[in-house]
């Protein structure tokens, strides 16, 4: 190729680059102005057009600046974030989803295990061919660069048409705004550069010592447990206890004491879901979760998780799947059934009076949804097995999520069971999902838009409590509950006073 031969002006290199960044990874950019603009309308066309014309300058203009200032430094940067953008461009193509800060806190909170779920050809063939062969060329291009004089000389001509063409379409600006989140999570590389470091400021602030609440008294010696199931993924609308066409419920529809509320979850993902489910009030600060409270108390505190992303946990009995599957025989034992290993022999070799078990489920995390599940509890079939979602027929879609709704009921049965045979207790089971789900829905699949974008699926999610008859407790007829209500809720089950308590917060009577 004569590009890698022949020496290449800096300029124009740049303006090259600009050009195949811009072909290459935009098409979901633009795509959503199309379909949010009328691209038929005189203002429509000048926004696309003004739009390309910024985009393509104002990229080459940023890579310009880089190769000039970090030389070499700069070409290996250029060609990372060309192998990055196209793994990027896979993931909102394949799944719709927006690389906004939520999104990158999900990325750099994978595990490999989950990692490993999404490998796929496809993806490999979008690395290779918009990732990697470009990125050789970065590297090996000999670039002729330029006097100083003349790097100023084109950064103030850059910079002054860039504003000219921004000021010219002021009239689009609030159109920009109002679309700022989307367009900001569609345009490369700057959606995860932006949103990664915002998320190391976050992380950093957030890792700042929680706030610790005010101590909490255990107002009597009544043997009581709480098992506070946190789901993955689930979202109501698939519960046949929600009204769901499928009997996806047979255990649980059959058990009596059992009753179901309306409920929202307070984001799409789920850092903040987990979050949300175990702090007192939700706000942007970290207080000090249910379990850490509640430990600190004196209350037995039993954190069993085949999941992650919860804020950090600081008790004794944290016990990760690793942990949990090394006592744990049998074929269940690789799937979230070994959450419920040995859970009722720990219950009743507590010394305590007061027990709070939270097992943290991820048995509905997608895309494999069809792994999640042991084979017999395939009970909807066909079922999806590519990891690519869109490739699969609806139906076998949501056979294999319906056949993890149907495995969450057979879990959440045997927690009852267990529950059931602690008579000295008076115990409770609380279900909530962390989030909800999108299923082909408007074209969306899994989770993780921005709240005020997401449809219901990502956000309706099931809430659903049993308590024993021997606990004498009745439930209030809430309409529509949000996540706050677990903490405040479990206080009062378990009989704990403390002045962060709030009634109005608690789902028993
Ligand atoms: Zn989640």
Redesign the pocket.
């Known amino acids: 190729m004569r590009l890698l031969k022949d020496n290449i002006k800096i300029v124009h290199f740049c303006l090259l680059i600009g050009c195949l960044n811009f072909l290459f990874f935009h098409y979901p950019f633009f795509k959503f102005i199309f379909n949010s603009l009328d691209y038929r309308s005189f203002n429509g066309i000048t926004i696309i057009i003004c739009f390309i014309i910024l985009m393509v300058i104002a990229n080459s203009f940023a890579f310009f600046l880089i190769l000039y200032l970090l030389r070499f430094a700069g070409k290996i940067v250029l060609a990372l974030s060309f192998v990055i953008n196209a793994m990027a461009v896979y993931f909102i193509n394949t799944y719709g989803v927006i690389i906004d800060g939520g999104m990158v806190g999900n990325v750099l909170n994978t595990n490999y295990d989950e990692a490993a779920g999404f490998f796929s050809v496809k993806l490999l063939l979008y690395v290779i061919v918009l990732g990697v062969i470009p990125a050789i060329i970065i590297i090996k291009a000999k670039i002729v660069t330029v006097t100083f004089k003349r790097f100023l000389g084109i950064t103030s001509a850059t910079l002054l048409f860039i504003l000219i063409v921004a000021f010219a379409n002021s009239q689009n600006w609030l159109w920009v705004d109002k679309n700022s989140k989307v367009l900001g999570g569609l345009a490369m590389p700057w959606s995860y550069t932006v949103n990664l470091s915002l998320h190391f400021i976050h992380q950093h602030q957030e890792n700042e010592k929680e706030i610790l609440l005010p101590d909490a008294t255990i107002k009597d010696h009544q043997k009581s447990v709480v098992v506070l199931v946190i789901g ?2 689930a979202r109501s609308e698939n519960f046949s206890l929600y009204g769901y066409g499928k009997n996806t419920n047979p255990l649980l529809s059959k058990t009596p004491d059992v009753y179901k509320f309306n409920a929202t979850s307070c984001a799409t ?2 850092t903040a ?1 987990v979050k949300c489910i175990l702090e007192h009030k939700n706000t942007g600060e970290l207080y000090e979760i249910l379990p850490n409270y509640l430990y600190r108390n004196g209350v037995e505190v039993v954190w069993r998780t085949t999941n992650w ?1 919860e804020p950090p946990v600081h008790i004794k009995n944290y016990l990760n799947k690793e942990a949990l599957m090394k006592d744990c025989k049998g074929d269940g034992c690789a799937y979230d059934e070994v959450l419920l290993n040995n859970l009722k022999e720990q219950i009743a070799a507590s010394t305590k009076d007061k027990v709070l078990i939270v097992l943290h489920t991820s048995t509905s ?1 997608g895309p494999e949804y069809s792994k999640k599940y042991p084979p017999q509890f395939e009970t909807f079939k066909p079922v999806c097995n590519s990891v690519e979602l869109a490739k699969c027929s609806n139906t076998e879609l949501v056979n294999a999520y319906d056949n993890t709704i149907g495995y969450t009921d057979y879990i959440l049965y045997n927690v009852i069971e267990d529950l059931k045979q602690l008579k000295e207790y008076k115990s409770a089971m609380i279900f909530v999902s ?2 909800g789900e999108s299923l082909g829905e408007k074209n969306l699949y899994m ?1 993780g838009l921005p709240l005020s974008l997401a449809p219901k699926q990502q956000y309706d999610i099931p809430f659903i409590v049993w308590t024993s008859d021997n606990s004498l407790k009745q439930l209030k007829t809430e309409n529509s509950l949000t996540q706050e209500y677990v903490f405040h809720s479990v206080l009062n089950f378990l009989g704990i006073q403390s002045p962060v308590y709030n009634e109005e917060l608690n789902i028993f009577k």
């Open positions: 993955e993924s993902y789920t879901g992303g995390h962390d989030h989770h």
